[in-house]
């Protein structure tokens, strides 16, 4: 038999890590544009090592159609959620939530705790993560903020855009 190396990690330093899986469909040239733009941005800002975060890496879901993401860990929610309004991210959230030009936009948030969250914009047509088994539901109300969607308590930071918006 052979003796095969097998390891497993000690997350007990890392109490209230968060995974979060990103990613960006193209679905026109515009898309292509757009997510050729923000390739680099993102390589920068994560090259600046932003509080909280552990990890970077990028993920490839498909070529046809160029379907590309990533997945990063944070210490804390609250690391990635003050992360998330501050620039550049805020910028590029605005920018998409305005004119999307071809592409989606989806995020998955898994909590060491265990809770769990998402986001899919620009995608009705398309079944991906939760939204291939679960029921869609509009982004309102309670369901507008990761925070609501994690029913976390407090305000936390003012949202990028307000939801009347």
């Known amino acids: 038999m052979i003796a095969i190396p097998r390891h497993t990690v000690d997350l007990t330093a890392y109490p209230d890590l968060v995974v979060i899986y990103l990613g960006m469909q193209v679905r026109s040239f515009r898309g292509l544009a757009t997510f050729l733009q923000l390739g680099p941005e993102i390589d920068k800002s994560v090259a600046a090592r932003p509080d909280g975060l552990l990890c970077h890496e990028r993920i490839y879901y498909s070529l046809f159609p160029l379907h590309a993401g990533m997945r990063q860990y944070w210490r804390d929610f609250e690391s990635l959620e003050k992360w998330t309004r501050e620039l550049p991210h805020q ?75």
Do not use: C, Q
Request: charged content about 25%; hydrophobic content about 45%; glycine content about 6%.
């Open 91 to 165: 910028r590029w959230w605005k920018k998409f939530l305005s004119a999307p030009h071809g592409a989606t936009f989806w995020h998955e948030t898994y909590l060491m705790s265990g809770e769990m969250e998402s986001v899919y914009l620009n995608m009705p047509d398309i079944a991906a993560g939760f939204k291939a088994f679960a029921p869609a539901v509009e982004a309102r109300s309670s369901m507008f903020s990761a925070r609501r969607r994690l029913r976390r308590e407090g305000e936390g930071p003012a949202p990028v855009v307000a939801e009347e918006a």
